[in-house]
């Protein structure tokens, strides 16, 4: 029978794997966002976090056997724990200067820091991910009675470890980094792993426990220090007006000196919205969507606009310009990323009384209404990846059920001055379900709107319609389809069609990233 200190020993081992699996997934989904908001979140970022990780925790389980085999005892055990918890909490405050570094490079194009500072930040989760690594083995090889209880013991770590894992992973990205941030969810975690580490320790042996007192001041200390001044420091001729993690981005509004203000999102590479308080034309991505109902045969009037959506609202450049046109166009707005809206209605004018905003995944938040559009406008990009679900076969079938007789729909795709494939991809998918698509090259970006329209069309319907408009339509409408006329180029289709069971799209773009890469582009961007 147990005694009242040995059943402490063992509730408190328990605890002890509990938190150390809720840690360990706790690090890898900060360890995501701790990237992603420089390097992003594509499939190789991904790649590297996780393979790297279960390479970590793979090295942990076999020193950590050996290891609590030839120290079995309690002491050992909780050391590593707190250790572990130390080395956690160093993370994001040795991260966070070599990311600053690296979103500097990234702004100025400097490959080679780009790429070592993310591996740097990838070999510095080696030790506190082995370290957790530990945790498994040791508790398994001290809670162990006799052989008899062998399945059992393990069976009970392994689900409290699991449990554990299972908070690690939604409480970071549902509750902590929206909240406080990535660096401190790092903290928050490693500070309650060093907090049971020490407890332990004080259980077992009070001396070994104050021996260590210093880590948590130290990690105090540190991130005071470390963690001033901004996430990501904004461009040099950008004054930082807004900066907040989300749930999903890091998200940053900047003014420049002539009172333009722009939307940046986690390595800040892409503008997703600009605003200025009396100029609303840009001549960029977003004046294109202004033009995709004036493909539909002539005569097209703008009295036939009768709604859009736009998926991918951002800050709402593209439902500002809309209302400027169309003064009191009914119009809905779908952002997955509420701090999104919260900026764009704080800083960069989005309260138009007539845009229905809705907080929602794009494809589902359609799916959930019962309404017809003139337009549906697509910019849901995190550069330079659009997601593969706004790009399928069956996607565009349920874009094609919300458009009026009239209706178009307008996608914003990425490419290169050389390879277009994923254009192409994207062409051959639309044709599959509408009559006509129309191509436009953005000048001086590496964009491409196309155009689908519900009704068969040719391209020179754009300037048909531009020469019958009235006189006193809005000059950026004038505008947009002047520029719109002069970037029309042929409609090519690729063999590959994107479908909801089969949609490479982050391959392509991968692809598509590391030629452009290898042959130069990077001084393409300077």
Request: net charge negative; proline share 6%; charged share 15%.
């Amino acid at each position: 029978m147990q005694t009242p200190s040995t059943r402490l020993q063992t509730r408190f081992l328990y605890l002890a794997v509990f938190t150390g699996g809720m840690t360990t997934l706790a690090v890898e989904l900060s360890a995501s966002r701790l990237l992603g908001s420089i390097f992003g979140t594509s499939n190789v970022v991904w790649a590297n976090i996780i393979g790297l990780i279960l390479v970590y925790l793979t090295a942990g389980y076999f020193i950590g056997g050996h290891v609590a085999d030839r120290w079995p005892n309690y002491v050992a055990f909780y050391r590593v724990i707190t250790w572990a918890a130390f080395f956690s909490g160093l993370v994001p405050l040795i991260a966070h200067p070599i990311l600053q570094a690296a979103a500097t490079a990234v702004q100025d194009y400097e490959a080679a820091v780009t790429v070592g500072s993310f591996v740097s930040v990838l070999i510095i989760f080696a030790v506190p991910v082995t370290l957790l690594g530990f945790v498994s083995p040791y508790s398994i090889r001290l809670a162990l009675a006799t052989i008899e209880d062998a399945g059992r013991t393990t069976g009970q770590l392994y689900a409290l470890s699991t449990l554990g894992s299972i908070i690690g992973n939604f409480t970071p990205v549902l509750l902590l980094i929206p909240q406080v941030g990535t660096a401190r969810t790092f903290l928050i975690f490693a500070g309650i792993l060093m907090a049971v580490g020490l407890i332990g320790l004080w259980l077992n042996n009070r001396r070994a426990a104050l021996q260590l007192l210093w880590m948590p001041i130290l990690l105090i200390v540190l991130a005071i220090l470390a963690l001033r001044g901004p996430l990501r420091p904004p461009p040099s001729n950008m004054t930082l007006l807004y900066e907040k993690e989300s749930a999903y981005n890091l998200v940053q509004v900047v003014e420049n000196q002539n009172g333009y203000r722009y939307l940046l999102l986690n390595e800040g590479q892409g503008i997703h919205s600009q605003w200025h308080p009396t100029d609303y034309y840009y001549r960029r991505t977003w004046g294109f969507f202004l033009t995709a109902p004036y493909f539909n045969n002539p005569p097209f009037t703008p009295d036939q606009v009768e709604r859009i959506a736009v998926i991918g609202l951002a800050a709402g450049t593209i439902t500002r310009q809309y209302d400027a046109v169309y003064p009191g166009l009914p119009m809905d707005g779908i952002e997955i990323d509420p701090d999104i809206v919260e900026a764009g209605r704080q800083y960069m004018g989005m309260t138009q009384p007539n845009l229905n905003v809705i907080i929602e995944d794009g494809r589902f938040a359609l799916n959930q209404l019962d309404t017809q559009y003139t337009m549906i406008g697509i910019d849901a990009y995190r550069v330079p990846y659009v997601p593969w679900h706004l790009t399928t076969v069956e996607f565009f079938q349920e874009i094609n059920d919300h458009l009026t007789n009239q209706g178009v729909v307008a996608i914003n795709v990425g490419r290169t001055q050389t390879d277009r494939r994923l254009v192409e991809a994207l062409t051959r998918s639309m044709l599959d379900v509408f009559p006509s698509v129309h191509t436009l090259d953005v000048p001086d970006a590496y964009n491409t709107i196309l155009v689908a329209t519900k009704q068969p069309t040719q391209s020179d319907n754009l300037h048909l319609n531009m020469d019958l408009l009235p006189d006193d339509v809005h000059p950026i409408l004038i505008e947009a389809l002047t520029d719109a006329t002069t970037a029309i180029m042929p409609t090519v289709a690729a063999n590959i069609r994107l479908t909801d069971d089969h949609a490479p799209v982050e391959m392509i773009v991968d692809s598509m990233v590391i030629d452009f890469l290898l042959h130069g582009g990077v001084n393409e961007l300077k």
